[in-house]
């Protein structure tokens, strides 16, 4: 049982935005930034999103984050079949985890 | 370019004890606190340790505390965590990672490749 918590599935067709909603609490979420990671299949995780909104050198602007309360939420516009990946939220300083979306690209 | 060399990944039986390493470089690893997350098969993401940068703060999930230690060299560049008392529970991937620091809030901002432990007897 993680401590944040994420749908386990979303999907999109390509082109699509997609968003992907992370609920925490006020111990965590609500008085902490969220970072988002993004795992391919059999490789380890990527930052993707820092701080709630801050993009990596090198995260193409499609990815965008965003905090309101205790809960946050990753968007992914213009979706390509390269972005099927899970995906994490954590927060409290990376000391928990939500327990990761899977995102299918139709 | 940042690398994050995990080893010591094994079979080991229950109750046993494990000393993983990671092997850093590319960066000034004595300016920046590290951390080991796992991941045991087909499961989310787990934080497990954390280290400061100068190794004398630690921190602890509490599902490993008071069995699992985290330490550094700094003189080696490499990061440890000595696994004691070894569950079947404690079954996963275990990344090293390298934390940033963003105005007061903290990120992993590298994730090594990652090192298999597998407890069962």
């Known amino acids: 049982q993680s401590v944040l918590t994420q749908p386990p599935s979303a999907s999109g067709t390509p082109g699509q935005r997609v968003t992907i909603s992370c609920s925490g609490s006020?111990?965590?979420?609500?008085?902490?930034?969220v970072n988002w990671y993004q795992q391919l299949p059999g490789t380890a995780p990527k930052l993707l999103i820092y701080s709630n909104n801050q993009r990596p050198s090198g995260v193409p602007d499609r990815f965008s984050g965003s905090k309101s309360g205790t809960s946050a939420s990753l968007a992914i516009s213009g979706l390509q079949s390269e972005d099927e990946a899970d995906y994490y939220c954590?927060?409290?300083?990376?000391?928990?985890f939500g327990g990761g979306t899977h995102l299918t690209v139709l | 370019e940042v690398q994050l060399l995990e080893s010591g990944g094994d079979l080991v039986q229950p109750g046993g004890s494990l000393r993983l390493s990671c092997a850093a470089s590319?960066?000034?690893?004595?300016?920046?606190?590290m951390s080991w997350v796992r991941q045991a098969p087909g499961k989310g993401l787990e934080w497990v340790s954390a280290?400061?940068?100068?190794?004398?703060?630690?921190y602890y999930g509490e599902s490993v505390k008071g069995r699992f230690t985290i330490s550094r060299d700094n003189s080696k560049n490499t990061l440890y965590l000595q696994m004691n008392s070894l569950r079947a529970e404690d079954t996963a991937v275990y990344y090293c990672?390298?934390?940033?620091?963003?105005?007061?809030?903290?990120?992993?901002?590298?994730w090594g490749q990652g090192t298999l432990v597998t407890v069962s007897s």
């Open positions: 006020s111990s965590n979420i609500g008085s902490n930034t």
């Open positions: 954590a927060s409290w300083d990376d000391t928990v």
């Open positions: 590319g960066f000034t690893f004595t300016n920046y606190a």
């Open positions: 280290i400061n940068d100068g190794g004398g703060d630690t």
């Open positions: 990672a390298k934390r940033s620091q963003y105005r007061s809030s903290w990120y992993t901002d590298y």
